[in-house]
């Protein structure tokens, strides 16, 4: 059974950074797709970035490009998300979610976490 697990989500300054990491497990994405998405109270779930298990393609959406960047450590079996720059606007519950597909893009993803919220206030 896969299962992922997110941490990492704080409170942080406008213009902070934070790091998220997502470990998964009861598999191995060796050909597969990670991708973070985000959910503010009120609004729709919407696509950050994603990236490929086996040659680290990566994707982003035009809102978080040049400020946040996505990552893998094989070994760990776990991605990042490096926030930068962080803007109140991108305060929200960050979910890592998961596919077999090596299609880096925002749709198509079985497998998804519970979630770990960011807060972007002074």
């Known amino acids: 059974q896969v299962q992922l697990v997110e941490s990492g989500g704080r409170l942080v300054q406008p213009g902070g950074s934070v790091r998220l990491s997502c470990a998964a497990s009861?598999?191995?994405?060796?050909?597969?797709?990670m991708g973070w998405f985000r959910q503010a109270p009120g609004k729709e779930r919407e696509f950050v970035a994603s990236i490929s298990w086996n040659a680290g393609l990566t994707y982003y959406a035009d809102s978080v490009k040049g400020r946040f960047t996505v990552s893998l450590d094989n070994p760990l079996n776990t991605a990042y998300l490096q926030m930068n720059s962080l803007k109140p606007e991108d305060t929200a519950l960050y979910l890592c979610?998961?596919?077999?597909?090596?299609?880096?893009?925002?749709?198509?993803?079985?497998?998804w976490g519970q979630g770990t919220q960011v807060t972007v206030s002074s």
């Open positions: 009861g598999t191995t994405f060796s050909s597969g797709t």
């Open positions: 979610a998961a596919k077999y597909s090596s299609v880096v893009s925002a749709a198509g993803y079985p497998y």
